[in-house]
């Protein structure tokens, strides 16, 4: 049974390109969680998607960053005209259910796609 | 707005010395608690998780936490650590009845000589 799937797993964009991150839940799995980690930090919530939903964007910055889960497909986090300060490392999770408080609720990570911007 | 601390930023232990990992949060209501580890090169794994009930959980690999309420902690334990025990351990909490995301705390690296 295949785990979470991120890529790429390295990505280098110089400042101003566009950055598009994949993330392909665990088979079962409608829920996706995008966390940003920066250097010395510890992970960051960013956004939580359901297919075709988004349901908390509030650790998403305003600007520049969107998200989206299609019916078909991966998970996609797009950063556009990057700047330096989006070097980071970008975890995905999913989790077969969103509920608080039971299994369900248990996220299963995948191994990040590290974004440099040069 | 709740947050994680994590007190110990680098721990360095000799093989089969007990660990302690200091886990902290601060949130006045009811908490799920989870422990990730990050072995090098690897994904964050879930050692193990407090949902209800008994406060000492026991999770994988020998690892156990304690849930203690009143000092808000859920500190990590090992009675005799391995020196494949070297890794990135995160500490998080999920509010009960939020969305789902977790607080993270800033990780603490655990270095483990043979």
């Known amino acids: 049974n295949a785990g979470v799937m991120q890529n790429p797993r390295h990505l280098v964009r110089r400042r101003g390109q566009e950055a598009r991150l994949r993330c392909s839940p665990m088979?079962?799995?409608?829920?996706v969680y995008w966390y940003r980690q920066l250097p010395e930090e510890g992970l960051k919530f960013m956004v939580y998607?359901?297919?075709?939903?988004?349901?908390?964007e509030s650790g998403m910055p305003k600007e520049r960053f969107s998200a989206e889960f299609p019916k078909e497909g991966p998970s996609i986090l797009r950063i556009q005209q990057v700047v330096r300060g989006d070097s980071a490392a970008y975890f995905c999770?999913?989790?077969?259910?969103?509920?608080?408080?039971?299994?369900?609720?248990?996220?299963?990570f995948g191994p990040g796609t590290r974004l440099t911007v040069l | 707005a709740q947050s994680v601390s994590q007190h110990n930023h680098h721990v360095i232990l000799s093989e089969a010395a007990s660990l302690e990992l200091g886990c902290n949060y601060s949130?006045?209501?009811?908490?799920?608690l989870f422990w990730y580890v990050q072995y090098p090169g690897q994904h964050l794994q879930l050692l193990l998780k407090?949902?209800?009930?008994?406060?000492l959980v026991k999770g994988i690999k020998g690892f156990e936490a304690e849930f203690i309420k009143s000092k808000f902690s859920f500190n990590l334990r090992k009675p005799s650590v391995q020196w494949s025990d070297t890794a990135e351990y995160f500490c998080?909490?999920?509010?009960?009845?939020?969305?789902?995301?977790?607080?993270f705390g800033k990780g603490t690296k655990l270095s483990v000589k043979p």
């Open positions: 998080a909490v999920n509010a009960r009845g939020s969305q789902g995301n977790l607080i």
């Open positions: 407090y949902f209800s009930g008994d406060p």
């Open positions: 999770a999913s989790s077969r259910g969103g509920a608080s408080g039971t299994s369900y609720n248990e996220q299963f």
């Open positions: 088979k079962g799995h409608s829920h």
């Open positions: 949130y006045g209501g009811t908490v799920n």
């Open positions: 998607l359901q297919k075709e939903n988004i349901i908390d």
